[in-house]
């Protein structure tokens, strides 16, 4: 007896460095191979606890734990078997000198029959953040069965069995609403079983994150005469809410007014004229709002547009003037130049006048446009006959024919 107990604490104390268990109080039981030690060193979820630890004595794991919270450690001895599943101590209260007998039955104190004890080795994720969205658990371990549950901060949880070494369990967001800590275990129901050590979870305060801002422009390259449009999505990875707030774009001497999100994404409109020549560095800054500002911080974003001075579309005429004398049948054609600019397009109306000298001059000549099929052109100039109207542009347009 006593050598089992001094192997198991001896080698948990070489291994494990549960030292206390040294001077803890011990019963091996041969049936099941388990050994018990009346812990009165202990803490159970960050407190004070006597506890009576089930190790298993070829492989010295943990098997389970029963704590006693309301026992002041550690006056408390005499660990005898009470029964086939249970156990007794005696505990003396310091304060009034009274002695007092602690009996306890437990599925971990039982027969090796029935279902085995969970034990319960790892979990991931082992650190979430606060305010997060509700998330799968994976445990790590032995002894689970398709009857296992998962318990979180002692509230039981939707448990799907994967394997008597694995199991995962639905984690609630409300169970990490507020910065602390998960006490993940599992537990069994009887026949045998049991509940498991528990492995914890810690909830840090909520991490904020970088979002990315990207900035689409309707046209990279514009003119002094053309609106921009530029549209911007805020995005804040997989996984994530879509960002809230606003933007504004700064950039070629123009501020732009905060532009509200919707879905993470806003449309600015530069209006013409706002930006200056050359090439201009669009910045937009995201800002988040009071509902986003616990997750996300404020971020930019960019993108460069080549701005040019518009020109202004016009265009000359130019034409000389002729004299048709009496019978003349010749040299009666005048020839009128329309020279378009700034990339003018469109149409230009003719037309002409015929002045009588002397005055009071009788059988005043006749002139007419266009009297023939349309003409030709050479050269970048074109004679139009035919009609009056120009739809030409970035030429030279010559038109008019005067007879007598």
């Not at 812990?39 to 943990?62: C, K």
């Not at 279902?115 to 606060?130: D, E, F, H, R």
């Not at 904020?208 to 801002?213: E, F, H, S």
Request: charged content about 10%; hydrophobic content about 35%; glycine content about 10%.
């Amino acid at each position: 007896m006593e050598s089992l107990c001094d192997d198991v604490a001896w080698n948990l104390s070489r291994v494990q460095r549960e030292s206390n268990l040294l001077r803890s109080q011990c019963y091996p039981e041969t049936a099941n191979s388990h050994t018990y030690f009346l812990d009165a060193y202990a803490q159970y979820s960050q407190y004070e606890a006597v506890n009576i630890d089930v190790y298993d004595q070829s492989s010295y794991a943990l098997l389970g734990t029963v704590p006693f919270t309301s026992i002041y450690p550690p006056d408390v001895s005499d660990l005898v078997r009470w029964g086939s599943n249970g156990f007794a101590f005696r505990c003396v209260d310091t304060q009034s000198s009274a002695n007092q007998i602690v009996i306890l039955t437990s599925n971990l104190i039982g027969s090796s029959s029935g279902a085995p004890i969970p034990i319960l080795s790892s979990v991931t994720p082992t650190k979430v953040y606060a305010g997060g969205p509700a998330f799968s658990i994976q445990l790590t371990g032995s002894g689970f069965t398709a009857a296992s549950t998962v318990q979180v901060n002692g509230n039981s949880r939707t448990t799907i069995y994967v394997g008597s070494t694995s199991l995962t369990a639905q984690v609630l967001a409300s169970d990490i609403a507020n910065v602390g800590q998960l006490n993940v275990q599992v537990t069994t129901p009887a026949p045998g079983g049991g509940t498991s050590n528990y492995a914890t979870v810690s909830i840090d305060p909520p991490q904020q994150i970088t979002p990315t801002v990207t900035v689409a422009l309707s046209s990279s390259s514009i003119t002094t005469a053309q609106v921009l449009t530029v549209t911007v999505a805020v995005g804040g990875g997989s996984g994530n809410s879509a960002p809230t707030g606003s933007v504004t774009l700064i950039g070629g001497g123009y501020t732009s007014a905060a532009t509200p999100l919707t879905s993470g994404s806003a449309t600015i409109s530069v209006p013409a004229g706002s930006l200056t020549t050359g090439s201009d560095t669009l910045t937009v800054t995201y800002t988040p709002d009071s509902a986003s500002s616990a997750t996300y911080i404020g971020a930019s974003g960019s993108n460069s547009v080549t701005v040019t001075t518009a020109v202004s579309q016009n265009f000359a005429i130019s034409g000389t003037a002729i004299s048709v004398a009496p019978g003349s049948t010749t040299g009666n054609i005048s020839t009128i130049s329309v020279t378009p600019s700034g990339g003018f397009t469109g149409s230009v109306t003719l037309s002409a006048a015929l002045t009588a000298s002397p005055a009071g001059a009788a059988n005043l000549p006749t002139f007419s446009f266009g009297a023939n099929d349309a003409g030709e052109c050479y050269r970048h100039r074109c004679w139009i006959r035919h009609t009056h109207s120009l739809h030409h542009a970035g030429r030279h347009w010559r038109l008019f024919r005067g007879e007598s």
